[in-house]
Antibody, heavy 125, light 110 residues
Framework: QVQLQESGPGLVKPSQTLSLSCTIS??????????WGWIRQPAGGGLEWIGR???????NYNPSLKSRVMISLDTSENRFSLRLTSVTAADTAVYYC?????????????????WGQGSLVTVSS | QSVLTQPPSVSAAPGQKVTISCSGSSSNIGNNYVSWYQQLPGTAPKVFMY???KRPSGIPDRFSGSKSGTSATLGITGLQTGDEADYYC???????????FGGGTKLTVL
C-alpha cells in the first residue's frame, strides 16, 4: 500500500520561504512513470494545484505561482519537496502531496490516486 | 475563481438520486478526461471517478460519471448519510498546462 506523508514547519513568517517534504512509503519514487504533485486548500476553500515533478525530473507549475515555486526530487530519501518563496497570508492553507497518474495521447487522463493526509501551514508573524 | 464551475451545494433525501455538474471549456473538459474526488470533513480528497466514468476499486456502483462536450456530471443514487461530503471535479487544461479543479460542491443528505 502506497502512503505519502507531508512534513515541515507549520508556521512561516511573511516574506520567508515555505518548505515541505513528502515522504513516500510502499513504492519507489523512481519507479513507474508517475507525476508527484502538490495541491493546497485554504480553510473553507477549494483545491488549488501547485505543481508537479515527473520521475524524469521534468516539472510544471501553476502559472499563478510559477515565479515563486520549486519542486524537487530526493531519490535517496524517497521523497519530493516543495519550496514556495515570498509567502503572504494568502498562502496559508493545508498542503497536500499526491501521486498523479497521467495517461493518454491527444486526450489526457490526469488523476491523483494517493494523497498525503495534509499539512497545515500558517503564514503569520 | 475556479476554472471549472460547480454548484456550491446540492441536497437530497436518503435513498434519492443527485447529480453534480462540472462545467469547463474546450481547453480542459472538452479535450481531456475528468476525475472526481470526495472529501470528507478533515480528510484528504479521495478519487471516486477517473477517465470520466471509471470507478476505482472499492467505489460502489451507486456512483457514476459522464461527460458531454465541455461539461461533466457525477451521479449518486441510493443516497446515504455517509455520502455527505464535498465533491470536486478536476482535469488538465491545455492552455494553462496545469491541473484545474472545480470550486467544490457540498452534498447534504437531508
Amino acid at each position: 500500500q502506497v502512503q505519502l506523508q507531508e512534513s515541515g514547519p507549520g508556521l512561516v513568517k511573511p516574506s520567508q520561504t515555505l518548505s515541505l517534504s513528502c515522504t513516500i512509503s510502499g513504492d519507489s519514487i523512481s519507479s513507474g512513470s508517475y507525476y508527484w504533485g502538490w495541491i493546497r486548500q485554504p480553510a473553507g476553500g477549494g483545491l488549488e494545484w501547485i505543481g508537479r515533478i515527473h520521475t524524469s525530473w521534468a516539472t510544471n507549475y501553476n502559472p499563478s505561482l510559477k515565479s515563486r515555486v520549486m519542486i524537487s526530487l530526493d531519490t535517496s530519501e524517497n521523497r519530493f519537496s516543495l519550496r514556495l518563496t515570498s509567502v503572504t497570508a494568502a498562502d496559508t492553507a493545508v498542503y497536500y502531496c499526491a501521486r498523479g497518474i497521467v495517461e493518454g495521447g491527444t486526450k489526457l487522463s490526469y488523476y491523483f490516486d494517493y494523497w498525503g493526509q495534509g499539512s497545515l501551514v500558517t503564514v503569520s508573524s | 475563481q475556479s476554472v471549472l464551475t460547480q454548484p456550491p451545494s446540492v441536497s437530497a433525501a436518503p435513498g434519492q438520486k443527485v447529480t453534480i455538474s462540472c462545467s469547463g471549456s474546450s481547453s480542459n473538459i472538452g479535450n481531456n478526461y475528468v476525475s472526481w474526488y470526495q472529501q470528507l470533513p478533515g480528510t484528504a480528497p479521495k478519487v471516486f471517478m477517473y477517465e470520466n466514468d471509471k470507478r476505482p476499486s472499492g467505489i460502489p456502483d451507486r456512483f457514476s460519471g459522464s461527460k458531454s462536450g465541455t461539461s461533466a456530471t457525477l451521479g449518486i443514487t441510493g443516497l446515504q448519510t455517509g455520502d455527505e461530503a464535498d465533491y470536486y471535479c478536476g482535469t488538465w487544461d491545455n492552455n494553462l498546462n496545469a491541473v484545474v479543479f472545480g470550486g467544490g460542491t457540498k452534498l447534504t443528505v437531508l
